[in-house]
């Protein structure tokens, strides 16, 4: 059921299952955005070459 349902009750355990739904998609885009623009910098600069690293 979605929050724009005219059956939609926005009791306590909505609240927080939703805050938590929100708050975990939250760090995945963080961390997935973080991963994105660090590799879009190193391969702009360079980055993707063999510097003699095992």
Do not use: R
Request: with cysteine; net charge negative; aromatic share 12%.
């Amino acid at each position: 059921m979605l929050p724009f349902s005219f059956e939609w009750l926005w009791d306590m355990p909505h609240m927080v299952f939703h805050g938590g739904l929100h708050f975990a998609l939250t760090v995945l885009s963080i961390g997935m955005a973080y991963c994105i623009i660090k590799a879009m910098v190193q391969t702009i600069k360079g980055g993707g070459e063999d510097h003699g690293h095992h």
